[in-house]
T-cell receptor
């Protein structure tokens, strides 16, 4: 059983659509990260959350600590948003990370 | 900006070869990590280091070793490469402190033939 579950695994959207990627976790965490991995392999940290909501441009991340659930939203999606999005929960010890298997997003023009 | 540099983007090695994957970071981060990424399995921690000459096993250390002689450099070693070690290898670093996130390298895609 994975400590972090993401859904959906694959997502195809038309340009302009609103996109939601979900992440549920079963362990106690100190923070939750959303990562973006482009086809070349490089990973970029998008958000780190311990409560509430954060916004950066067209990206919004929310977390509900009681429900152990986080969502990543993309508004007005664009083909350049096509990537794999990974949810990572940082355990209470600080150096233990639990990774979701990723959501592969393709945005079609 | 923090930079984490992995020495090779693509590598092809033969079974039984000794393989070195190098990772260098330029922000004086204490913590460095090696992950492998496989389809359907996500990122899995191989080893991490929280200081020079210190190392800790991650979830899948078998078949790997690491070296951290200098703070900025963390090397992953495959003593005798096998085909099941064909994977994408990602290095990451993180500063000490509650709100530090990860910075990842661009990855090394290793193929063992």
């Amino acid at each position: 059983k994975n400590e972090v579950e993401q859904s959906p695994q694959n997502l195809t959207a038309q340009e302009g659509e609103f996109i939601t990627i979900n992440c549920s976790y079963s362990v106690g965490i100190s923070a939750l990260h959303w990562l973006q991995q482009h086809p070349g392999g490089g990973i970029v940290s998008l958000f780190m959350l311990s409560s509430g909501k954060k916004k950066h441009g067209r990206l919004i991340a929310t977390i509900n600590i009681q429900e152990k659930h986080s969502s990543l939203h993309i508004t007005a999606s664009h083909p350049r948003d096509s990537a794999v999005y990974i949810c990572a929960a940082r355990g209470n010890t600080g150096n233990q990370f639990y990774f979701g298997t990723g959501t592969s997003l393709t945005v079609i023009p | 900006d923090v930079k984490v540099t992995q020495s090779s983007r693509y590598l092809v090695k033969r079974t039984g070869e000794k393989v070195f994957l190098e990772c260098v970071q330029d922000m004086d981060h204490e913590n460095m990590f090696w992950y492998r990424q496989d389809p359907g399995l996500g990122l899995r921690l191989i080893y991490f280091s929280y200081d020079v000459k210190m190392k800790e096993k991650g979830d899948i250390p078998e078949g790997y070793s690491v070296s951290r002689e200098k703070k900025e450099r963390f090397s992953l070693i495959l003593e005798s490469a096998s085909t099941n070690q064909t994977s994408m290898y990602l290095c990451a670093s993180r500063g000490t402190g509650y709100f530090y996130g990860y910075t990842f390298g661009s990855g090394t895609r290793l193929t063992v033939v």
